[in-house]
Protein backbone atom coordinates (compact mmCIF):
# COMPACT_ATOMS: atom_id res chain seq x y z
CA UNK A 1 0.00 0.00 0.00
CA UNK A 2 3.20 2.29 0.08
CA UNK A 3 4.13 1.62 -3.71
CA UNK A 4 1.00 3.45 -4.91
CA UNK A 5 -2.07 2.13 -6.72
CA UNK A 6 -5.75 1.37 -5.43
CA UNK A 7 -5.39 2.83 -1.62
CA UNK A 8 -2.54 3.88 -1.31
CA UNK A 9 -1.12 5.62 2.16
CA UNK A 10 -1.16 9.01 2.10
CA UNK A 11 0.58 11.58 4.35
CA UNK A 12 0.97 14.78 4.83
CA UNK A 13 -1.77 16.11 2.29
CA UNK A 14 -0.01 14.38 -0.63
CA UNK A 15 -1.83 12.28 -3.26
CA UNK A 16 -1.23 8.58 -3.63
CA UNK A 17 1.03 8.95 -6.54
CA UNK A 18 3.30 11.70 -4.61
CA UNK A 19 3.49 9.18 -1.65
CA UNK A 20 4.15 6.56 -4.25
CA UNK A 21 7.22 8.61 -5.74
CA UNK A 22 8.21 9.61 -2.07
CA UNK A 23 8.57 6.25 -1.02
CA UNK A 24 10.46 5.07 -3.91
CA UNK A 25 12.68 7.83 -3.89
CA UNK A 26 13.76 7.18 0.19
CA UNK A 27 14.36 3.70 -0.90
CA UNK A 28 16.33 4.29 -3.91
CA UNK A 29 18.12 7.01 -1.93
CA UNK A 30 19.08 4.51 1.13
CA UNK A 31 20.01 1.89 -1.75
CA UNK A 32 22.74 4.09 -3.53
CA UNK A 33 23.95 5.10 0.32
CA UNK A 34 24.87 1.75 0.48
CA UNK A 35 26.15 1.12 -2.78
CA UNK A 36 28.27 3.66 -3.41
CA UNK A 37 30.33 3.14 0.20
CA UNK A 38 30.57 -0.54 -0.62
CA UNK A 39 33.96 -1.76 -1.84
CA UNK A 40 33.49 -2.33 -5.54
CA UNK A 41 33.72 -5.57 -5.71
CA UNK A 42 30.82 -6.69 -3.00
CA UNK A 43 27.87 -5.15 -5.15
CA UNK A 44 29.14 -2.90 -7.95
CA UNK A 45 31.24 -5.24 -10.20
CA UNK A 46 28.89 -8.28 -9.47
CA UNK A 47 25.76 -6.11 -10.72
CA UNK A 48 26.90 -4.49 -13.66
CA UNK A 49 28.38 -7.94 -14.96
CA UNK A 50 24.76 -9.09 -14.80
CA UNK A 51 23.63 -5.78 -16.78
CA UNK A 52 26.86 -6.34 -19.34
CA UNK A 53 25.10 -10.13 -19.87
CA UNK A 54 21.67 -8.05 -20.74
CA UNK A 55 23.00 -5.40 -22.99
CA UNK A 56 24.34 -8.39 -24.87
CA UNK A 57 21.82 -10.48 -25.27
CA UNK A 58 19.23 -7.14 -25.56
CA UNK A 59 21.48 -6.21 -28.95
CA UNK A 60 21.85 -9.60 -30.01
CA UNK A 61 18.07 -9.81 -30.09
CA UNK A 62 17.51 -6.48 -31.52
CA UNK A 63 19.91 -6.57 -35.14
CA UNK A 64 18.67 -10.50 -35.20
CA UNK A 65 15.42 -8.63 -35.48
CA UNK A 66 16.08 -6.05 -37.37
CA UNK A 67 17.61 -8.92 -39.81
CA UNK A 68 14.31 -10.82 -40.08
CA UNK A 69 11.91 -7.48 -40.11
CA UNK A 70 14.17 -5.60 -42.86
CA UNK A 71 12.20 -2.07 -41.60
CA UNK A 72 11.18 0.63 -43.84
CA UNK A 73 13.06 3.86 -42.64
CA UNK A 74 10.46 6.31 -42.61
CA UNK A 75 12.47 9.21 -41.57
CA UNK A 76 13.41 12.04 -43.93
CA UNK A 77 16.58 12.61 -44.66
CA UNK A 78 16.30 16.38 -43.17
CA UNK A 79 14.18 17.86 -41.63
CA UNK A 80 14.08 21.63 -42.76
CA UNK A 81 10.94 22.76 -40.59
CA UNK A 82 12.36 21.72 -37.37
CA UNK A 83 12.57 25.28 -35.06
CA UNK A 84 16.29 24.81 -33.95
CA UNK A 85 19.37 24.33 -36.29
CA UNK A 86 21.63 21.15 -35.70
CA UNK A 87 25.05 22.99 -35.65
CA UNK A 88 25.94 22.93 -32.66
CA UNK A 89 23.08 21.31 -30.54
CA UNK A 90 24.47 18.05 -32.10
CA UNK A 91 27.14 17.89 -30.46
CA UNK A 92 26.03 18.28 -26.68
CA UNK A 93 23.01 15.55 -27.97
CA UNK A 94 24.94 12.69 -28.96
CA UNK A 95 27.05 12.10 -25.80
CA UNK A 96 27.57 8.02 -24.73
CA UNK A 97 27.46 6.90 -28.37
CA UNK A 98 30.33 9.02 -29.12
CA UNK A 99 32.28 11.24 -26.41
CA UNK A 100 31.13 11.15 -22.95
CA UNK A 101 32.86 13.23 -19.58
CA UNK A 102 30.56 11.15 -17.67
CA UNK A 103 31.98 7.87 -18.66
CA UNK A 104 35.80 9.51 -18.33
CA UNK A 105 34.99 9.98 -14.66
CA UNK A 106 33.26 6.11 -14.62
CA UNK A 107 36.88 5.28 -16.22
CA UNK A 108 39.18 6.92 -13.91
CA UNK A 109 36.87 6.19 -11.16
CA UNK A 110 35.81 2.83 -11.04
CA UNK A 111 36.45 0.92 -14.28
CA UNK A 112 40.53 1.15 -13.64
CA UNK A 113 39.59 -0.13 -10.47
CA UNK A 114 38.71 -3.73 -11.41
CA UNK A 115 41.44 -4.17 -14.09
CA UNK A 116 43.68 -6.82 -13.55
CA UNK A 117 46.40 -5.25 -15.56
CA UNK A 118 46.93 -1.87 -16.47
CA UNK A 119 47.76 -3.14 -20.31
CA UNK A 120 43.74 -4.63 -20.05
CA UNK A 121 42.61 -0.83 -20.13
CA UNK A 122 43.17 -0.18 -24.10
CA UNK A 123 40.90 -3.56 -24.68
CA UNK A 124 38.10 -3.08 -22.14
CA UNK A 125 38.01 0.63 -23.05
CA UNK A 126 37.70 0.13 -26.93
CA UNK A 127 35.17 -2.00 -26.52
CA UNK A 128 33.53 -0.08 -24.32
CA UNK A 129 33.01 2.28 -26.47
CA UNK A 130 32.14 -0.05 -29.81
CA UNK A 131 29.53 -1.57 -27.58
CA UNK A 132 28.12 2.03 -26.72
CA UNK A 133 28.72 3.00 -30.56
CA UNK A 134 26.70 -0.12 -31.33
CA UNK A 135 23.53 0.26 -28.78
CA UNK A 136 23.88 4.25 -30.64
CA UNK A 137 22.94 2.75 -33.92
CA UNK A 138 20.22 0.54 -33.20
CA UNK A 139 18.77 3.25 -30.94
CA UNK A 140 18.80 5.44 -34.34
CA UNK A 141 17.43 2.76 -36.51
CA UNK A 142 14.99 1.73 -33.84
CA UNK A 143 13.62 5.17 -34.06
CA UNK A 144 13.67 5.93 -37.71
CA UNK A 145 11.98 2.97 -38.75
CA UNK A 146 9.22 3.56 -36.16
CA UNK A 147 6.66 6.42 -37.11
CA UNK A 148 4.67 4.59 -40.35
CA UNK A 149 5.02 7.81 -42.07
CA UNK A 150 7.76 10.56 -42.45
CA UNK A 151 4.95 13.52 -41.16
CA UNK A 152 4.68 11.54 -38.15
CA UNK A 153 8.35 11.82 -37.48
CA UNK A 154 8.53 14.90 -38.31
CA UNK A 155 5.65 16.24 -36.22
CA UNK A 156 7.20 14.16 -32.94
CA UNK A 157 10.60 15.91 -33.87
CA UNK A 158 9.91 19.08 -35.17
CA UNK A 159 12.25 20.60 -32.43
CA UNK A 160 14.14 19.64 -29.13
CA UNK A 161 11.31 20.81 -26.79
CA UNK A 162 8.97 18.47 -28.56
CA UNK A 163 11.77 15.31 -28.88
CA UNK A 164 12.49 15.33 -25.11
CA UNK A 165 8.25 15.00 -24.71
CA UNK A 166 8.81 11.87 -26.92
CA UNK A 167 11.38 10.67 -24.24
CA UNK A 168 12.78 7.17 -24.45
CA UNK A 169 9.41 5.89 -25.40
CA UNK A 170 9.46 6.14 -28.53
CA UNK A 171 13.21 4.09 -29.02
CA UNK A 172 11.46 1.81 -26.30
CA UNK A 173 8.55 0.86 -28.39
CA UNK A 174 10.58 0.74 -32.01
CA UNK A 175 13.19 -1.65 -30.06
CA UNK A 176 10.43 -3.68 -29.89
CA UNK A 177 9.09 -3.75 -32.97
CA UNK A 178 12.72 -5.29 -34.42
CA UNK A 179 12.58 -7.58 -31.60
CA UNK A 180 9.22 -8.95 -32.62
CA UNK A 181 10.66 -9.82 -36.01
CA UNK A 182 12.02 -12.95 -34.02
CA UNK A 183 8.25 -14.03 -32.97
CA UNK A 184 8.37 -12.40 -29.56
CA UNK A 185 5.02 -10.03 -29.10
CA UNK A 186 5.29 -6.50 -29.24
CA UNK A 187 4.19 -5.79 -25.60
CA UNK A 188 6.62 -8.68 -24.17
CA UNK A 189 9.65 -6.88 -26.29
CA UNK A 190 8.87 -3.80 -25.24
CA UNK A 191 9.08 -4.83 -22.02
CA UNK A 192 12.35 -6.41 -22.24
CA UNK A 193 14.17 -3.45 -23.71
CA UNK A 194 12.34 -0.66 -20.87
CA UNK A 195 13.81 -3.48 -18.27
CA UNK A 196 17.57 -3.03 -19.89
CA UNK A 197 16.96 0.73 -20.32
CA UNK A 198 16.04 1.18 -16.20
CA UNK A 199 18.65 -1.63 -14.95
CA UNK A 200 21.28 0.66 -17.11
CA UNK A 201 19.37 3.46 -15.20
CA UNK A 202 19.82 1.65 -11.78
CA UNK A 203 23.66 1.16 -12.65
CA UNK A 204 24.33 5.18 -13.19
CA UNK A 205 22.52 5.99 -10.32
CA UNK A 206 25.01 4.53 -7.85
CA UNK A 207 28.06 4.89 -9.92
CA UNK A 208 27.25 9.00 -10.00
CA UNK A 209 26.37 9.16 -6.19
CA UNK A 210 30.01 6.93 -5.85
CA UNK A 211 31.86 9.45 -8.00
CA UNK A 212 30.21 12.32 -6.14
CA UNK A 213 32.10 10.55 -2.85
CA UNK A 214 34.78 10.44 -4.91
CA UNK A 215 34.84 14.16 -5.73
CA UNK A 216 33.29 15.81 -2.55
CA UNK A 217 36.52 13.80 -0.80
CA UNK A 218 39.26 15.32 -3.09
CA UNK A 219 37.81 18.84 -2.93
CA UNK A 220 38.20 18.14 1.24
CA UNK A 221 41.61 17.28 0.56
CA UNK A 222 42.58 20.05 -1.40
CA UNK A 223 41.17 22.34 0.98
CA UNK A 224 41.51 20.70 3.51
CA UNK A 225 38.82 20.21 4.66
CA UNK A 226 38.62 17.21 6.98
CA UNK A 227 35.35 15.96 7.59
CA UNK A 228 34.83 15.71 3.97
CA UNK A 229 37.34 13.17 3.28
CA UNK A 230 35.21 10.98 5.91
CA UNK A 231 33.54 8.07 3.31
CA UNK A 232 30.33 8.30 5.80
CA UNK A 233 30.19 12.13 5.21
CA UNK A 234 31.20 12.72 2.04
CA UNK A 235 28.11 10.10 0.92
CA UNK A 236 26.07 11.83 3.04
CA UNK A 237 26.53 15.24 1.25
CA UNK A 238 26.13 13.44 -1.65
CA UNK A 239 22.74 11.98 -1.09
CA UNK A 240 21.08 14.94 0.85
CA UNK A 241 22.48 16.96 -1.97
CA UNK A 242 20.83 14.41 -4.73
CA UNK A 243 17.72 13.71 -2.59
CA UNK A 244 17.22 17.84 -2.15
CA UNK A 245 17.07 18.57 -5.53
CA UNK A 246 15.20 15.39 -6.75
CA UNK A 247 12.24 17.00 -4.12
CA UNK A 248 12.33 20.45 -5.03
CA UNK A 249 8.22 21.20 -5.18
CA UNK A 250 8.69 23.09 -8.31
CA UNK A 251 9.97 20.17 -10.66
CA UNK A 252 8.37 20.34 -14.24
CA UNK A 253 6.75 16.95 -14.27
CA UNK A 254 5.15 16.81 -10.23
CA UNK A 255 6.40 16.08 -7.48
CA UNK A 256 9.81 14.13 -7.21
CA UNK A 257 10.86 15.80 -10.58
CA UNK A 258 12.95 18.28 -9.22
CA UNK A 259 16.15 16.99 -11.38
CA UNK A 260 14.28 17.67 -14.67
CA UNK A 261 14.76 21.08 -13.44
CA UNK A 262 18.74 20.97 -14.50
CA UNK A 263 18.63 18.42 -16.58
CA UNK A 264 18.89 20.93 -20.31
CA UNK A 265 22.55 21.36 -18.51
CA UNK A 266 23.40 18.01 -19.21
CA UNK A 267 24.58 17.96 -22.36
CA UNK A 268 26.95 21.13 -22.38
CA UNK A 269 28.00 20.30 -19.09
CA UNK A 270 28.58 16.80 -19.78
CA UNK A 271 30.53 17.69 -23.27
CA UNK A 272 32.27 20.10 -21.88
CA UNK A 273 33.74 17.31 -18.85
CA UNK A 274 34.74 15.13 -21.89
CA UNK A 275 36.81 17.99 -23.40
CA UNK A 276 38.50 18.83 -20.11
CA UNK A 277 39.22 15.48 -19.76
CA UNK A 278 40.90 15.23 -23.67
CA UNK A 279 42.41 17.87 -22.15
CA UNK A 280 43.98 16.60 -19.15
CA UNK A 281 45.43 13.47 -21.55
CA UNK A 282 46.68 15.96 -23.56
CA UNK A 283 48.84 17.39 -21.17
CA UNK A 284 49.70 14.22 -19.59
CA UNK A 285 50.70 13.37 -22.78
CA UNK A 286 52.90 16.40 -23.69
CA UNK A 287 54.68 16.23 -20.45
CA UNK A 288 55.53 12.54 -21.38
CA UNK A 289 57.21 13.83 -24.61
CA UNK A 290 54.89 11.58 -26.44
CA UNK A 291 52.89 12.79 -29.66
CA UNK A 292 49.35 14.45 -27.99
CA UNK A 293 47.58 15.88 -31.17
CA UNK A 294 45.23 12.96 -31.35
CA UNK A 295 43.56 14.09 -28.22
CA UNK A 296 44.33 17.43 -28.77
CA UNK A 297 43.06 18.60 -31.89
CA UNK A 298 39.25 16.61 -31.22
CA UNK A 299 39.64 18.11 -27.74
CA UNK A 300 39.73 22.07 -29.60
CA UNK A 301 36.69 20.58 -31.60
CA UNK A 302 34.65 19.41 -28.87
CA UNK A 303 35.14 22.42 -26.81
CA UNK A 304 34.42 24.58 -29.45
CA UNK A 305 31.23 23.48 -30.00
CA UNK A 306 30.00 23.08 -26.97
CA UNK A 307 30.93 26.78 -25.90
CA UNK A 308 29.16 27.57 -29.02
CA UNK A 309 26.19 25.84 -27.89
CA UNK A 310 26.35 26.65 -24.15
CA UNK A 311 26.73 30.58 -24.38
CA UNK A 312 23.97 30.52 -27.30
CA UNK A 313 22.08 28.77 -24.35
CA UNK A 314 22.93 31.63 -21.04
CA UNK A 315 22.96 34.11 -23.40
CA UNK A 316 20.19 33.83 -25.34
CA UNK A 317 17.74 31.21 -23.88
CA UNK A 318 17.59 31.10 -20.10
CA UNK A 319 19.02 34.85 -19.63
CA UNK A 320 16.99 37.14 -17.66
CA UNK A 321 16.54 39.23 -20.83
CA UNK A 322 15.09 36.85 -23.11
CA UNK A 323 11.80 35.68 -23.33
CA UNK A 324 11.59 32.13 -22.07
CA UNK A 325 14.25 33.18 -19.23
CA UNK A 326 15.20 30.85 -16.40
CA UNK A 327 17.14 32.22 -13.47
CA UNK A 328 18.42 28.62 -12.50
CA UNK A 329 19.35 27.24 -15.44
CA UNK A 330 21.32 30.94 -16.55
CA UNK A 331 22.82 30.90 -12.86
CA UNK A 332 24.21 27.45 -13.43
CA UNK A 333 25.17 27.57 -16.86
CA UNK A 334 27.06 30.79 -16.25
CA UNK A 335 29.12 29.43 -13.38
CA UNK A 336 29.82 25.96 -14.84
CA UNK A 337 30.78 28.74 -18.09
CA UNK A 338 33.18 30.93 -15.70
CA UNK A 339 34.72 27.34 -14.52
CA UNK A 340 35.07 26.13 -17.85
CA UNK A 341 37.61 29.17 -18.92
CA UNK A 342 38.99 29.20 -15.76
CA UNK A 343 40.13 25.40 -16.28
CA UNK A 344 40.92 26.24 -20.11
CA UNK A 345 43.49 28.97 -19.21
CA UNK A 346 45.03 27.02 -16.48
CA UNK A 347 45.44 23.83 -18.80
CA UNK A 348 46.76 26.37 -21.38
CA UNK A 349 49.70 27.41 -18.66
CA UNK A 350 50.06 23.94 -18.09
CA UNK A 351 50.88 22.92 -21.71
CA UNK A 352 53.18 25.91 -21.60
CA UNK A 353 55.41 25.15 -18.65
CA UNK A 354 55.33 21.22 -20.20
CA UNK A 355 56.86 23.27 -23.57
CA UNK A 356 59.03 25.01 -21.29
CA UNK A 357 60.31 22.24 -18.97
CA UNK A 358 60.92 19.95 -22.44
CA UNK A 359 63.45 22.53 -23.99
CA UNK A 360 65.02 22.82 -20.67
CA UNK A 361 65.42 18.91 -21.15
CA UNK A 362 66.67 19.21 -24.21
CA UNK A 363 69.17 21.68 -24.03
Not at 171 to 179: D, E, H, N, R, S
Not at 246 to 268: A, N, R, V
Request: charge should be neutral.
Amino acid sequence: KYFGGEGATTLFGMSATSMSFLVWIVVLMVYVYIASTLPVWKLLQPRDYINSHQLIVGLGLLYLGLLFTNPEITAPVTNASADTSWFPLLFITIACGAISGFHGLVSSGTSSKQLNNEKDARFVGYLGSVGEGALALVAIIAVVTFFPTAGEFTATYSGFAAASGAGLGVFIQGAGQLAAGLGIPPMVASTIVSVIVVSFAATTLDSSVRLMRYIIAELGTEYKIKPLTKTHVATTAAVVSSAMLTLIPQGPKGFGSGGYLLWPLFGTSNQLLAGISLLLVSIWLRNQGRNYLPTLIPMLFLMFMTLWAMIDQVLTEWAPWAEGSDWMLFSFGAIILVFTFWILLTAISALRKGNRDSVQRSA
